[in-house]
């Protein structure tokens, strides 16, 4: 075999390697959960929001409303080749508390509890976001008029 043929196979070997590897399914992990061994030391009816901190960590998201519960949510993506990421697992656990501030229920969802609830966060949009930096420079051509220019120059 020449070294050119040689050369050309190893090419095309390197090449079909590439394409099959960019076929595998990458997966990524988001969130956190505290282990079951963890959450045992946390006791229903004596804790409080601040020693479930201690205890466990902060939760990923704390309840708008009245400060009804902690929930830490924990999900699995799968990355495929050119299809849309699809989340494989979800486990939320929910801890809610009283009116007092201390623990009263604890409570583990995933994915075939229910629905998939979609997790977003709200932003105000600003309409200045949706002017360019150029146009906002040139919007200020021709705002000036010769009073503006009398009153500066005294």
Same mark, same amino acid.
Not at 110 to 138: H, N, Q, Y
């Given at each position: 075999?020449?070294?050119?043929?040689?050369?050309?196979?190893?090419?095309?070997?390197?090449?079909?390697?590439?394409?099959?590897?960019?076929?595998?399914?990458?997966?990524?992990?988001?969130?956190?959960?505290?282990?079951?061994?963890?959450?045992?030391?946390? $006791? *229903?009816?004596?804790?409080? &929001?601040?020693?479930? #901190? =201690?205890?466990?960590? +902060? %939760?990923?998201?704390?309840?708008?409303?009245?400060?009804?519960?902690?929930?830490?949510?924990?999900?699995?993506?799968?990355?495929?080749?050119?299809?849309?990421?699809?989340?494989?697992?979800?486990?939320?656990?929910?801890?809610?508390?009283?009116?007092?501030? $201390? *623990?009263?229920?604890?409570? &583990?969802?995933?994915? #075939? =509890?229910?629905?998939? +609830? %979609?997790?977003?966060?709200?932003?105000?949009?600003?309409?200045?976001?949706?002017?360019?930096?150029?146009?906002?420079?040139?919007?200020?051509?021709?705002?000036?008029?010769?009073?503006?220019?009398?009153?500066?120059?005294?």
């Amino acid at each position: 075999m020449t070294g050119i043929g040689l050369k050309l196979r190893l090419g095309l070997l390197t090449v079909a390697f590439g394409v099959l590897s960019a076929c595998t399914a990458q997966y990524s992990s988001h969130g956190y959960v505290p282990l079951e061994e963890d959450l045992q030391q946390v $006791v *229903v009816g004596v804790d409080t &929001r601040a020693s479930v #901190e =201690d205890l466990i960590g +902060v %939760p990923t998201i704390s309840g708008m409303a009245n400060e009804s519960g902690y929930y830490y949510i924990e999900s699995n993506v799968r990355n495929f080749a050119y299809r849309a990421p699809e989340e494989i697992s979800r486990e939320v656990l929910a801890i809610s508390f009283d009116s007092a501030g $201390v *623990v009263s229920n604890i409570e &583990r969802y995933g994915l #075939e =509890d229910g629905m998939i +609830v %979609p997790i977003s966060r709200r932003v105000t949009d600003s309409s200045a976001g949706d002017i360019s930096f150029i146009r906002k420079l040139f919007g200020n051509i021709g705002g000036f008029s010769a009073e503006d220019l009398v009153g500066a120059s005294r």
